[in-house]
Each structure stands twice: as structure tokens, then as C-alpha cells.
């Protein structure tokens, strides 16, 4: 719901009514005081505080909204978050021999220079945190930032209301960028619950071709301690252009992630994303993709991996507006132990979309009695001479398959980690990084909770 009041309209008697009708949430008011404290100027801060009051006049969604349906934050409000920053220069994580010297890293949402290397990168692409553009560059991301479809989404703009600084890769146009860039965000929580908000901007023009890894962590070895993340990516795809995502989610297993990830495509733009969830005691991921004009093309690949009570939530929208565009979906999930699993995929197109090819496929795999999966593929149709197709499969480790591996001289235990390991190679040998693909590969099979009931 919508509220919008003019304060010339409401007598003064009536000032505090108003502060009640858009403070509608008492716990979203207490999030937005804490990511607000930081003041920015000029137009970011003119951005932060238009988002600011589209929060004030909404709430955190419950289970009683459709989208919501299936993932409870009833334990987020639990939680009292608090900003935390600091310097932490001695971080360890994965750095990627593909991307060693084309790296950012941020730091419960702060950049850390100490940790990024940004060097010998080609003429025409800009890697660099939103601060430290000079201001030329800055009036550029002016036009791009927090202006994808969405952006009053109550999270999204929770995210625009905090805005301090933002990941900005911008490529110009006619640029091939054969390096990936890697964009590391890694949240440090303290003695008290944490709340940091990544942000970042991803710009191809017309023509240009670049590679992107977007990796959110923890701090490695620290005692597991409850934070939230809040993160938003908004990635502009011109003209002819192709851009291939690698998101990679890997939270603490006491962390709430809660993220979006919009994507504008222009006319003949080819876009590919490959979406890995493994972290996180409670996530979310909104993937949304708006067609802007005609041939377009999108694959997007997911793979989901939890265990023990973990939950996770995938939700996916491609707006097919223009004709001739095609779209590939598979997306899959592996849920052990009491772990729930959401799929909700949606494909629309409407009557100016002639000649869509569509599909979507979302596959799962229940290694446990007690876990659990909703999917529900969508195609949303008005057009009448399209190739659209979707479906859903639910299936178990096959007693067949292990007997078989079984009598070749593996053990049970090792025959359920092959099978486990076949299913989640079909996404990750599609990432377009080695050194990233081997890592995501050691991690599934080094999971032991995944092999046993």
C-alpha cells in the first residue's frame, strides 16, 4: 500500500497521526535509524532520502503476502541489528588467479583498498568504489544507480536508504574485458547482531563483453554470530552487449542474506548468470530481468545446497516485453537434513513478445526424509506464437544407483557423495572461471552433512 501525504494538507494538530501513518513498521523504522545515521550530500543523499521515505510507509513482509508465502521472517524481528565498521586489513578469503589484480573488497559494506588490487586493467573499463570516482564519473552513475525496476521493493529500498558507497564496474563501449572481475563482500559480525548493506552498480555499453564474480562470506574462522546482509545489484546490459554473473552466496550458518539482483537488457544483449546459494541460516534472492528491447538473450543457472534447518529462497522474474527474445532456466536445489528449499520462477510474455523461446526448469534433490521443497515454476502468457515450456521435478538419491556404485567397490558413504557431486556439476562446470569452478566443486564434496540422514 501506498501512502502519499502533503504536510500542507494535514493541520498542525494532526502532525503526529502523520508520523504514525508512515512509521508504519516500528521494527523497519529501527533498521532505517541505523542505516541512516551516516549522512552523505548532494544527490546521493537527495537518492538516500527519497528511499528513506518510501520504507517509512512500508512493512517487513510476512508470510500472509503471496511472495512471501513460504519464508517466514518472524525470527529476523528478533533480531536488533546495528551498524558496525571498522578496519580489517587482515581478512583471509579466496582470491581468484583470473582476477588477482581485478578485485574490490568491502567490508560490512565498507571498501577495504587494503584488500582490493586494482591494476593493468584495459583502457575503457572502470573498477572502483562509488567514493572514490572523481565527480565527472560520479554524475555518470547518477543515471544508473537505483533506477532499475524494483527499486520500491521494501528491502531494495532499505538498501538505497543506506547508500554510502557502491561497487561500480563500467565498461565503455566496444570494450572486451577478457580479465573477470571479482567483487568480494565479506561481513565481519561483532559481540552484538550486525546489519551491512552492499551495493553495486555493473554498466556494459553497447558492445562491450565482461565477466563478474560476485562473492558474499564471512570472516573465515571467527565463532559463528548472527548478522544480516542486505545486499542489491543493479547491471545494465546495452546494446549488443554480454555480460556473464557468477553470484556466490556462502553466509555464516547463524547469518540472515537477504538479496536482489535486477538486470535491464537492451536490444541484442546476451546475459548469463550463475547463481550458487550454500550459506546463510535464512536466505532470499530475488532475481529479476527486464527485456528493454528485441533478440535478447538470457540463461540464467542456479544451484542451491543446504542442510541442517537452513532455508532458502530463490525467487526469479523475466519480463519478456519485446519480440524474439529467449530465455534458459534451470535452477537446482540439494536439501538435506530438515533444510527447506523455495523455487518460484516467473516468465511473462505479453502480447508484443511474438517469437519468445522460453523455458524453465527447476530440478530437486531430497537427501533426507525431513526435507523439504515448494516450487512453483510460472509462465505468465499472452502472446500467441511463442515456444514456452517450464517444469518441476522432486526426486531421491535412487537405491539402484548407489547399489550399483556399491558393487563396483564404493562404499555407501562415497557412492551418495558421487551421485550428490554429479547433480551439482551440471551447474558449476558452466561457470566460466577455473579456479572458481574448482572451488565450488572441493566445497560440495568436502559438505559431510549432505552424504547422511
Not at 548532494?42 to 511472495?67: M, Y
Not at 551440471?426 to 566460466?432: A, G
Request: glycine letters at 6%.
Amino acid at each position: 500500500m501506498n501512502i502519499q501525504v502533503s504536510p500542507s494538507a494535514i493541520p498542525n494538530s494532526n502532525a503526529v497521526s502523520l508520523t504514525s501513518m508512515l512509521d508504519r513498521d516500528d521494527y523497519l523504522t529501527g533498521l532505517l535509524n541505523q542505516v541512516t545515521a551516516t549522512k552523505t550530500e548532494g544527490w546521493l543523499q537527495e537518492l538516500r532520502q527519497s528511499a528513506a521515505n518510501w520504507v517509512r510507509h512500508s512493512i517487513i513482509p510476512t508470510t500472509r503476502e503471496e511472495e512471501w508465502r513460504f519464508t517466514d521472517l518472524s525470527s529476523l524481528r528478533k533480531v536488533q541489528f546495528n551498524v558496525k565498521t571498522g578496519n580489517f586489513a587482515s581478512l583471509e578469503f579466496d582470491i581468484l588467479p583470473e582476477a588477482a589484480n581485478s578485485r574490490l573488497v568491502f567490508v560490512n559494506g565498507v571498501f577495504a583498498p587494503d584488500l582490493s588490487a586494482v591494476t593493468n586493467l584495459p583502457s575503457g573499463i572502470v573498477v572502483s568504489n562509488l567514493a572514490g570516482l572523481p565527480a565527472v564519473e560520479q554524475e555518470g552513475v547518477r543515471q544508473y544507480l537505483a533506477q532499475a525496476e524494483g527499486a520500491q521493493e521494501v528491502f531494495t529500498a532499505l538498501n538505497t536508504a543506506g547508500i554510502t558507497d557502491a561497487a561500480v564496474v563500467w565498461v565503455k563501449k566496444n570494450v572486451v574485458v577478457e580479465t573477470p572481475i571479482h567483487l568480494v563482500f565479506i561481513s565481519v559480525a561483532g559481540e552484538t547482531a550486525t546489519i551491512s548493506q552492499p551495493r553495486c552498480l555493473v554498466v556494459a555499453e553497447s558492445g562491450s563483453q565482461v565477466t563478474l564474480v560476485e562473492e558474499y562470506t564471512n570472516r573465515r574462522g571467527a565463532e559463528e554470530r548472527v548478522y544480516l546482509t542486505n545486499a542489491v545489484t543493479e547491471v545494465w546490459v546495452g546494446d549488443n552487449a554480454e555480460v556473464s554473473h557468477t553470484r556466490v552466496e556462502q553466509e555464516g550458518a547463524e547469518a540472515f542474506h537477504i538479496g536482489k539482483t535486477a538486470i535491464a537488457q537492451a536490444r541484442d544483449s546476451r546475459y548469463t548468470c550463475h547463481a550458487i546459494t550454500l550459506g546463510a541460516k535464512l536466505s532470499r534472492h530475488n532475481l529479476e530481468i527486464l527485456q528493454t528491447g528485441e533478440q535478447t538473450q538470457t540463461t540464467l543457472n542456479g544451484l542451491t545446497i543446504i542442510s541442517g534447518k537452513q532455508l532458502s529462497d530463490t525467487h526469479s522474474a523475466i519480463a519478456l516485453n519485446y519480440p524474439h527474445g529467449t530465455s534458459d532456466q534451470l535452477h537446482k536445489c540439494i536439501v538435506g537434513d530438515r533444510a527447506h528449499a523455495v523455487f518460484n520462477g516467473k516468465v511473462f510474455v505479453p502480447k508484443l513478445a511474438q517469437l519468445t523461446n522460453a523455458s524453465q526448469l527447476n530440478r530437486n534433490l531430497l537427501l533426507s526424509s525431513k526435507a523439504r521443497v515448494d516450487t512453483k515454476p510460472q509462465l505468465e502468457i499472452t502472446a500467441d506464437n511463442v515456444k514456452c515450456a517450464h517444469g518441476a521435478t522432486v526426486s531421491q538419491l535412487e537405491d539402484d544407483e548407489i547399489f550399483y556404485l556399491q558393487s563396483r567397490g564404493i562404499d555407501e558413504n562415497d557412492a551418495r557423495k558421487l551421485l550428490i557431486n554429479a547433480f551439482a556439476a551440471e551447474v558449476i562446470n558452466k561457470i566460466p572461471v577455473p579456479s572458481l569452478r574448482e572451488i565450488l566443486l572441493n566445497t560440495v564434496n568436502n559438505l559431510k552433512s549432505l552424504t547422511n540422514e
